[in-house]
Structure formats: C-alpha cells, structure tokens
C-alpha cells in the first residue's frame, strides 16, 4: 500500500487527486472502520490511517474519512478550542483551501468565506498569493498553510498576508518546519523535482523552513504566538488523533 500512495502521489497532479478523492474518500472510510484511531474534525474512528508522504512516508497519519493529516486535525482543534472561529462572525479568507476543511467552512452560517488560489478547483478567487486583488486590511481571520514553501519569494507573499488581514486579525500560516535546524535554507539554483524532493522534502518545495520563521514572520510586522499545542492536549489523545507531538502553529496578529 505504502509503494501504490507513493507512486500516486508522484504522478497524478494534485487538482486531480483532489477529485478523484471525493469517490475515494468514502470507500476507503468503510473499509477501515474501527476504533483504535479518531479523526477529531468528523469524529470517525477507524482501526488504521493511511501512510502519506512525498519521500519517506509516515504510518497512520491520513484519515480515511476526511483525508486530513496530522496538521489539519491539529488546526482544528486549536480553532475549535482556543478560538471563537466557529462561534463569531468573522471575515475569513482561506488560501490553497484543503478539502477537509472547505464545505464545513462553507457551511458556517458565522463566516463569509472566500477561498483562493491559483490552481485549485475549490479557489473563489484565482490569485497570486504575491499580488491578491484584495484590499487593505479586509479579513479577519487569514489561514494559509503549507503554501509559503511554494513561494520563491515568500517575503512578498507575507508583506500581502500582512496587507489584506485586519487590524487586530488572525493569521494562522502552517509550514513544513525543520526545529534543528536554526536558519531556513534555501537555493534558486535547485530546480529538478527529484533534486528538490530530495534536499527540501517534496519536488514542488523550495526551501526548508527552520526556527527563524516565526522572526521573518515578525519582521513583516506580525505579533507571533509560536503555539506548542499538542503540549496542551492529553498524550492519549496526541496518540488517538494521530497528531505530531511538538508541531508549532505560527498564530499571527496584526
């Protein structure tokens, strides 16, 4: 199974696979039903989650209901428990929207919700993250997770984070983040697919983000609350939900 993910992930371009998930997705929820395992954004549980990953591949870690990762059902639990993001009319926008989130997003009567993105089939708005046709200080709440490692000119893309979020409004930008290492590394010079699946951990990345992201983030202007959530949760529901115990949420204020 792990050979058959990887292949398909390295081959099918990601709008498809996100189609082709809708039918997937719940054959391969029945199938796997259990108790051992529990997505905390459906509540389904499941004797086993699915491996994932570009290079080496993590066990247990894809749910078969949602196809949520560890990050998402993270995410989720700080915006449920920590936030009034489902209780509160808020302004949000949603870049590169991941499907687990985007019809319950969408479904929430408190939200005007708008999504964006230059090649999802779920964007609203088709947009360059580096130039957004959106006002100054328009949302709320911006979440933008594992987009900026796309980016070769991230700065840019913060400096429109900063200028479309709120006075007072909440960012939340999930990265892949390597905690040893001190500096982000990057190279322009890097552009094979299997050279950058190599050295930055996917064929699409291109950089490896390392604990400076929270102070580039700062130094855009963000106040940055570097949230060790997992810390926060009980370690035998880390387990249960397939979290990653001492994953960072960046939680950024203008």
Not at 51 to 65: A, F, I, T
Not at 153 to 169: F, H, I, S
Not at 214 to 243: H, S
């Amino acid at each position: 199974m792990k050979k058959l993910f990887k292949l398909i992930l390295n081959t099918i371009p990601r709008p498809i696979l996100i189609r082709l998930s809708i039918v997937v997705r719940p054959i391969l929820a029945f199938l796997l039903k259990g108790s051992r395992f529990t997505d905390p954004i459906d509540g389904k549980s499941f004797r086993m989650f699915l491996p994932y990953g570009y290079g080496n591949q993590r066990n247990n870690v894809l749910s078969p209901s949602t196809l949520s990762l560890e990050r998402h059902r993270l995410l989720w639990l700080y915006l449920q428990n920590e936030t009034d993001f489902f209780t509160t009319p808020k302004k949000v926008l949603h870049f590169a929207p991941e499907q687990e989130f985007y019809k319950r997003f969408k479904k929430q009567s408190n939200l005007e919700y708008t999504t964006t993105d230059l090649f999802s089939p779920l964007a609203d708005v088709k947009a360059d993250i580096c130039n957004l046709p959106f006002e100054d200080n328009s949302y709320d709440i911006v979440l933008c997770n594992h987009v900026l490692e796309h980016i070769p000119d991230d700065t840019k893309a913060m400096q429109e984070l900063y200028r479309v979020l709120k006075l007072g409004g909440m960012g939340i930008f999930q990265i892949p983040q390597d905690l040893s290492r001190a500096t982000t590394f990057t190279d322009n010079s890097i552009t094979d697919p299997k050279e950058r699946a190599k050295i930055f951990g996917q064929y699409d990345h291109v950089r490896v983000y390392g604990r400076d992201y929270f102070d580039k983030l700062r130094n855009i202007g963000f106040t940055v609350i570097e949230e060790d959530y997992t810390a926060k949760i009980a370690p035998e529901l880390v387990e249960k939900y397939c979290l990653a115990k001492g994953e960072i949420i960046p939680v950024c204020y203008k």
